[in-house]
Each structure stands twice: as C-alpha cells, then as structure tokens.
C-alpha cells in the first residue's frame, strides 16, 4: 500500500468517526429534550415582571409524569384550541361576570406559559387581576396587577373540574389566559419551567 493511499484511508476513518460522533451526540440532545429537559423561549409579555421576552428557560419534562402540578408553578402547556380565538368551553356562563369554567376539548398547537394560580376542586374568582381562592385573596407578590382590564374583574366564583389547572399570566393586564379560554387537563402540559438560562445577567432558578 502506497503511502498516500494510507493516509487517505485515514482521513476516511477520521472523517467518518467524526460524522458518528456528531451523529451520537445529535441523537443524544434530542433524546434528552424529547424525555428530560426542553429550552422554550418567552414569546410574549404575560409574564411581565417575571419573565421578558426574548427570555429563555428549561422546563422539567420529568416530574409531572410521576406527580402533580402545584400552585404558582410556571408551566409550559399546549392550551385548548380556544385560546386561538379566545373562546371558552361553553356558553352556559357569564362572560362579563366569571372566569371560563370549561376548555374546548381539542387542544392547540401553541405552546404557552403561564403559572398554576388554580388547582382541581379549587372555587375561583378574579377580582381587580388578583385571584381569589375558595373566597381568600391569594398572596402574589411577583404579579405587575391591573384592575381595569376587561378580564380583571370577574367576581363570581367557578370551580375548577376534577384533573384541570387555572393558568394565568402574570402580567394580569396583558395575559389572554384561562379567564377567557378555561383550565388546562395535565395531559396538556409539557413541563415545569425550572431556571432562566438567557441572557446572561437573568441566569437563575424560577
């Protein structure tokens, strides 16, 4: 064997270790997004002071399999195909008086994030953008509040079914959330968002 036939073999075996290694490592990330933990990016002020946009985060996609979602989580979630047109699961409620009791039943494409502000069972109202609980204002110190918005004030009491979460934004003046579009079933949800990883001077858990 000639030597440059020898070191052009060579650079064939290079060249192809490399490709496999990409190739693992590519499989790699993927899997671990696909099962572990996904990058989202903020795509709109609702959670305004919380989080900007252009904002990125990781979202836990583990623990939500093996456990349930708890009040004040931000969670990245597919919402009721209402959300596209801001149309709620029934017409058997008052529009101007109660948060949406129910969610269509198909769901959308979108991802959204919002935080659980309601949990199954959970008798709800919204008064001057500020949730209330079975009758008790709820304590929401990272909230920017507007009492003036046409979903801000709606007084009268829902429950939340059984395996369904109230989602709202925390820019309660600029979040089209579950007040208008109903709560969101776990199955809908992707994942926990656990800690901001961009930009630099944001880095921190959530």
Do not use: H
């Not at 269509?104 to 919002?114: A, E, G, L, M, P």
């Not at 001057?128 to 004030?153: F, K």
């Not at 979460?165 to 600029?174: A, I, K, L, P, V």
């Amino acid at each position: 064997m000639s030597v440059a036939r020898g070191k052009q073999e060579s650079s064939r075996g290079s060249l192809l270790e490399l490709v496999t290694i990409v190739a693992v490592a590519l499989g790699l990330a993927l899997g671990i997004q696909a099962l572990l933990v996904k990058p989202f990016r903020i795509p709109s002020e609702s959670m305004v002071p919380t989080l900007a946009i252009g904002q990125r985060v990781l979202v836990d996609r583990v623990t939500f399999r093996y456990g349930d979602p708890e009040r004040d989580d931000i969670v990245v979630f597919k919402p009721p195909a209402g959300a596209d047109n801001n149309t709620c699961g029934t017409t058997n409620y008052d529009e101007q008086r109660q948060p949406c009791p129910l969610p269509t039943s198909q769901r959308s494409d979108t991802n959204f994030i919002k935080r659980v502000v309601g949990l199954p069972g959970d008798r709800l109202s919204v008064r001057a953008g500020r949730v209330y609980i079975n009758g008790r204002r709820q304590n929401e110190p990272w909230i920017r509040p507007d009492a003036s918005c046409d979903i801000c004030e709606l007084p009268e009491e829902i429950r939340i079914p059984t395996g369904m979460y109230f989602m709202m934004g925390d820019n309660r003046g600029e979040s089209a959330d579950s007040r208008e579009w109903g709560p969101v079933p776990k199955r809908w949800m992707i994942g926990q968002a656990f800690m901001t990883y961009w930009p630099p001077g944001k880095i921190g858990a959530l």
